[in-house]
């Protein structure tokens, strides 16, 4: 069976790779799917975005990766895909959550939504706090894999791209 785990991950945390190491556990393949959103204002390209994600994911089993515009359930469906993981770190994760899940449903009756709580050490990581973190000059190195730290510290410094 697989699945596929989208979102903008921008920049990828420790929290998204909780989330796909344990998805791995329980699916034979897992598609780890950037979404490429022209209407937010990314910090890191998506092909680099990406490529950060297949250096932090390539000793997972079974684990993916991709990229996509337009719609999630497009993407599942062009894949062969019927199973969506999506983390949760809070309540408030899936009051926003339920209601994609419910589109979604409606859009691609046969997708079914998979959450997964996030360990709770990274329970109060997210990418625009890391984002915040990062364009303040800040230290994300607890915040993010090696390679998307080494990434943010070659690439920024006091918030500027270098």
């Known amino acids: 069976m697989r699945a596929v785990y989208p979102g903008s991950f ?5 929290g998204h790779l ?3 190491k344990r998805a791995s556990k329980l699916f034979d393949e897992v598609i780890m799917a950037v979404v490429a959103n ?10 680099v975005r990406t490529q950060l994600i297949e250096e932090c994911v390539k000793e997972i089993p079974g ?3 991709g990229s996509f515009q337009g719609l999630t359930v497009d993407y599942a469906k062009l894949n062969d895909v ?9 309540i408030s994760d899936f009051e926003a959550e ?37 364009r303040l000059g800040g230290d994300v190195s607890h915040f993010v894999p090696g ?6 510290k070659k690439h920024f410094i006091r918030g500027t791209t270098v």
């Open 38 to 47: 022209p209407g937010k204002s990314a910090l890191l390209p998506t092909e």
């Open 63 to 65: 684990v993916k990766v």
């Open 18 to 20: 909780d989330i796909v």
């Open 147 to 152: 390679p998307v730290n080494d990434y943010l």
């Open 98 to 134: 339920l209601g994609m899940t419910q589109t979604n449903k409606q859009l691609y009756p046969e997708l079914e939504t998979i959450f997964l709580m996030t360990k709770a050490e990274y329970s109060f990581i997210s990418s625009s706090t890391v984002k915040e973190i990062v």
């Open 82 to 90: 019927t199973c969506l993981i999506r983390g949760l770190r809070a």
């Open 10 to 14: 921008d920049p990828m945390t420790l």
